[in-house]
Every structure is written in C-alpha cells, then in structure tokens.
C-alpha cells in the first residue's frame, strides 16, 4: 500500500508538473492569428503619432498587421466605449489619455464604463508636461501679463476635449490665478491648434508635439510650461510653478490598455512587446524629440498611476465646479 501511495504522489507531481509547464509555455507563447486594432478615441493628436509609431513595430514582433483606427468624439468616450465592448481576446487595443481614463470617472459619474474595471492595463508608455500658449495676436510675453490681461478682458481657450489635461489644466490656472475665461473645446487636437494659431481662440494648454512648430514659426508663442522642470528644448520657458504658483503640476500622459479579462498571458506579452518598442533607440529618440518621457511601465504600475491620476483631477473638478455641459 505504502508503495503504490508513492507511485500515486510520484504520477501526481509529474503531471502537476507538465501542467505547470504547459501553462508557462503558454503563457510566452500567445501568436495572434489575425490582424489586431489599436483604437485612437481622439482625432489628431500625439495619441494618433504615438500609435502609429508603434504600431508597424508591434505587426513585426506578433507576425499579424496592426491596424490603427480613429473613433473620434465625446472626449474619448466614444473609442473608449468601443474598446470596452470588445472581445477581451488582445485583437482590439486602446491608446488611452488623462481624459476617458481618469478624468471622467469625476467629470461624467454616468459614464457607460468604469475604467478600473471595464479596462486592463498594459502599459504607461508616456508621460509629459504641456505648454501654457496663445497666438501671436495676444499682447502679452508672459505668464504674468497673461494674467493680468485676462483680468481685464474676456480671453477664450481651446482644449483638445471636455474632461482632457488641456482643459483641466486651464482650469487649474484659473483656481491659482483667480481670472476667467472661456472654455472652447474642440474634437481632438488639430482642430484646435489650427483655430489658436488661427486667432479663432486665445490660449492653451497643450504638449510639445502639437505646437512647437507653430512656436517656432512665430505664429505661437510659449508662456509657461505646467510640469515640476523647464523643457530641454525651451529652456527660457519657465514652469508656472516658479512664476509665483508654487505646486502647480499637470502632467499629460499616454498608454495602451485592453477590455478586461483578456487574460493574463496575452497582457503579459503585449507589455512585452511594447516596452521593447518604446524603449528601442529609434522609438525613444522620436519620443524624445517630442518632449516625452518614456515610462514603459509595467500593468501593474500603470494601474497604480490610474488610480492616483484620477484622484488628482477629482480635485481639480470639485474645486473649479467642472461639468461636461
């Protein structure tokens, strides 16, 4: 009896065994089979340049096309919802942003999604501050004459949504510096960088790649930066902080996210594969130049980073009385 015990538990711990080994095999292993979108909730932005960027990288490692679509619309709702509604299989991504992520849950409580647990995190690919900027035609060099011109009249700014960093930023400003504007928001960036160079609006905040060539072309002009450091790039720009509003931080950021329940072996190697990208020398120094800090992070940082960022914003929404109409 004793022997045949052994032989029992000796059989047991070989199978045990090869099912351990089959579930690692399986989980470095997951090939897709057919082509995987990447959906971009946001017409015209870096969102769109950091997609497209990864994305012939990503068809390469995983040996199927990658295909990324723009579903613009409701500040990212619209692509965000899609995504959630998605088969959690790893064949439809989302390039997510501060607002459908962790400025909505605040902004819009009726929000379709919950994105902590409608969404599974990849990783945080970047992070960044943004420009404080007005068009040429606004008389004022500074962030102090910014000021004081919109105590004395009714300046208007764009963001690149409702609920984006771009408007809540401004938004922050506004509770710091005690003044007024009008908030005019737009379908994604471009629009609303072609209306500011264009005079149509005022100001706004928005990150490096979308408006330092207009800075440079002299048809913007660079005010403060909202970040804890000056850019590299524009090291005469000075951060709002350090013009007299101590504190003063909004960072921007970028990651890639899927429908929750895709399971753990496809997260892991998608989180793979784009930390290798996003770190790759060519990727990087592309990032690089557009002002971004790569972060690469793993799922489970970048689920902390949700948290914590939409905690910070819940703070500037109840203070400045934000609403989405």
Request: some cysteine.
């Amino acid at each position: 009896m004793m022997i045949k015990s052994i032989k029992s538990l000796a059989l047991c711990g070989v199978a045990l065994a090869a099912c351990c080994t089959s579930a690692a095999a399986a989980a470095e292993q997951w090939q897709p089979t057919k082509p995987i979108r990447i959906v971009v909730p946001i017409v015209g932005s870096t969102n769109d340049i950091l997609a497209r960027l990864v994305a012939p990288e990503l068809e390469a490692a995983l040996g199927q096309p990658v295909i990324v679509e723009n579903k613009g619309g409701g500040g990212g709702l619209i692509g965000t919802s899609e995504v959630v509604r998605a088969k959690p299989d790893g064949y439809t991504l989302l390039v997510g942003f501060n607002g459908p992520i962790s400025i909505n849950p605040t902004l819009l409580p009726q929000t379709s999604y919950d994105p902590k647990k409608d969404l599974a995190p990849i990783t945080l690919a970047v992070r960044g501050p943004q420009f404080l900027v007005v068009n040429s035609k606004v008389p004022v060099k500074t962030l102090e004459e910014f000021i004081a011109l919109a105590k004395t009249r009714n300046l208007s700014y764009a963001s690149v949504s409702v609920g984006s960093s771009s408007h809540l930023t401004m938004e922050m400003l506004k509770l710091a510096a005690h003044i007024k504007m009008t908030h005019v928001p737009y379908r994604g960036a471009g629009p609303a960088v072609v209306d500011l160079v264009g005079g149509q609006v005022d100001a706004a905040f928005l990150v490096p790649g979308n408006i330092q060539q207009y800075a440079r072309d002299g048809r913007a002009r660079l005010l403060a930066t909202s970040g804890e450091q000056r850019f590299p790039s524009a090291p005469d720009v000075p951060t709002v902080a350090e013009r007299g509003f101590s504190g003063f931080n909004a960072t921007s950021w970028i990651g890639f996210l899927a429908p929750a329940g895709t399971p753990p072996n496809i997260i892991d190697r998608l989180n793979k594969e784009f930390v290798r990208i996003l770190r790759s020398d060519a990727v990087h120094k592309q990032l690089e130049e557009m002002e971004f800090e790569v972060v690469a992070s793993t799922p489970q940082e970048f689920s902390q980073w949700i948290s914590d960022d939409t905690e910070r914003w819940a703070k500037v929404i109840k203070a400045a009385h934000v609403t989405a109409n």
